[in-house]
């Protein structure tokens, strides 16, 4: 067995020494005005009791394991709710909730070993009947950690302090699945996993982290409460590593304020209503930095997507889909919601935060804007003039792509229809694959390929594909990261020069908006608030 404690996890991963990206920026330096760690809260002076977050999502529920929307994971990962491992900076998992774990010389079990008198915000301490309850109602719960783990492999208790899973093929990514799903693997009580309301979800928002679940008002905020017998981890006063922190909550309230409107957001953080504000439009940002004590953040903000319905309809044809990437302009795609500096074209998949991951296979057939290419695939796809359906949500300008799109596809004479929806209807709306032939999106970093949502089979967009699966389930199952990343080399070209399961525009730059008092927060694959105060 090979023993993985908190200074040696790193060693069963390559840190970055990936392959070269394949576009342009249009953002001058997108990463350089980010903060990249976190700052150290000041410990001098008076600090403001809440820490008002302004931002336009509300989520459906704060149940992370049957819960995709990136708003719950950034409320809640790592402030309401801790997992068994978590990301270091080269996202690279690391013991958060377990003091190490072991992986067996074949790679078919890993064994975690639990830290001792952690207490959940309900005051019961944290044991392994409850790391097993949380953990396998997330493996069944999420479709990318059962196809990690395979059919019928689950989590069961070694003793009260030990748990493992043992599973017929490699776990040797396991480790980062749990660290970094968009489905975060966050640990709860037993007895909250058995609490679920008519739709599935949880009803019982208790974790271990620095923050408790305090209130939510529906459509306008929701709080969370400093939890004072919240056990810490790692040496007191390092800097964190990625999502891997020692967390001092110094703000007794965090609250989230649901604001949609981006001006209505802008005007409350320059009266100070709100000390932070998500989505900055990209055309407001300058005007935003020179504001007295207004600061703007950008950082690396996931994929632009268009993705098919390859469920039915239009979009089952491949040769349409190759049609649609051979012709589309992604410049004029991502320019007409994020303007000339909030975008990258990048034909990879993969994010820049997982530099091991980035390659430009298949670059070749990225934003090819080539109009004779596209007539000869729509020729060969049948295409009879049917209008193309296309959903979005006019939450963070997705709309506005709708509407360039539209503009685009006339160029090689392909009708459209837009449909324009608020975000909860969007979420349900692309459920149902009668509904749309392409869905308009954003997707969150992930630390594998593996965890691209898009890649799933019940994800909408539902890709079955027996090629491109046998290449996830290659990664899944290699000897180690050098082969897992050859296969992914041929899985991205397979996509882009084949397949096209979906068109990823390019990467977004987003920008934020924040009070100069501001201080601790950490922006390791988002914003986060447990170290963070406002200076009165």
Not at 25 to 34: G, L, P, Y
Request: hydrophobic share 35%; charged share 25%.
């Amino acid at each position: 067995m090979r023993q993985i404690t908190p200074f040696l996890a790193a060693a069963m991963f390559l840190t970055a020494c990936g392959g070269a990206s394949s576009g342009d920026s249009k953002a001058a330096d997108s990463s350089a005005s980010a903060d990249t760690g976190t700052e150290q809260t000041a410990q001098t002076g008076n600090i403001k009791e809440t820490i008002h977050v302004a931002t336009a999502q509300q989520p459906p529920s704060l149940d992370c394991h049957k819960n995709s929307t990136s708003s719950v994971r950034e409320m809640t990962r790592g402030l309401l709710y801790e997992q068994l491992v978590t990301l270091n900076a080269n996202s690279e998992p690391v013991p958060e909730l377990c003091e190490s774990y072991e992986m067996s010389d074949d790679n078919k079990t890993v064994t975690f070993y639990l830290r001792k008198g952690v207490k959940f915000h309900d005051g019961s301490e944290m044991t392994a009947d409850d790391v097993v309850a949380s953990m396998n109602r997330w493996i069944n719960g999420f479709s990318t950690a059962r196809a990690a783990v395979g059919e019928g492999a689950e989590f069961e208790k070694v003793d009260d302090y030990t748990v493992k899973i043992t599973s017929e093929s490699s776990l040797l990514l396991f480790p980062t699945v749990i660290a970094g799903a968009t489905q975060p693997a966050v640990i709860t009580t037993a007895a909250a996993c058995a609490n679920e309301d008519g739709n599935g979800y949880m009803t019982d928002y208790i974790g271990t982290g620095p923050y408790k679940f305090a209130e939510w008002q529906q459509d306008q905020y929701i709080k969370f409460e400093r939890f004072d017998d919240y056990v810490p981890y790692g040496e007191e006063g390092r800097e964190d590593d990625g999502w891997s922190s020692y967390k001092t909550a110094p703000t007794k309230y965090i609250e989230y304020d649901f604001v949609k409107e981006p001006t209505t957001r802008e005007a409350g953080l320059e009266t100070g209503q709100y000390d932070f504000m998500y989505n900055v439009p990209s055309d407001d940002q300058a005007r935003i930095d020179g504001t007295d004590g207004i600061k703007t953040l950008s950082a690396p903000s996931g994929g632009v997507t268009l993705v098919f319905n390859k469920k039915e309809g239009i979009g089952t044809d491949e040769n349409f889909r190759k049609a649609l990437n051979a012709y589309l302009d992604c410049d004029v795609l991502l320019t007409a919601n994020y303007g000339e500096n909030g975008y990258v074209l990048d034909s990879n998949y993969m994010d820049e935060d997982q530099p091991f991951w980035m390659t430009d296979a298949g670059s070749e057939s990225y934003n090819q804007k080539d109009e004779t290419k596209a007539k000869e695939y729509l020729t060969e796809s049948g295409y009879d003039g049917t209008s193309v359906r296309i959903l979005c949500s006019s939450m963070n300008g997705f709309d506005n792509i709708g509407v360039a799109l539209q503009e685009e596809l006339k160029g090689i004479g392909v009708a459209s229809e837009l449909e324009v929806v608020d975000w909860p209807t969007f979420t349900d709306y692309r459920k149902d694959s009668s509904r749309y032939d392409i869905y308009i999106t954003g997707f969150g970093a992930t630390p594998l390929p593996t965890l691209k949502l898009y890649f799933g089979a019940s994800y909408p967009g539902w890709m079955t594909d027996e090629t491109l699966t046998g290449y996830l389930n290659d990664i899944t199952n290699a000897a180690d990261m050098d082969a897992a990343k050859a296969v992914w080399d041929e899985a991205q070209a397979y996509c882009w020069n084949e397949y096209v399961p979906v068109i990823n525009m390019g990467h977004q730059i987003a920008f934020y908006g924040s009070s100069d008092k501001l201080t601790g927060l950490n922006t390791y694959n988002g914003m986060h608030f447990w170290n963070a105060a406002v200076a009165e």
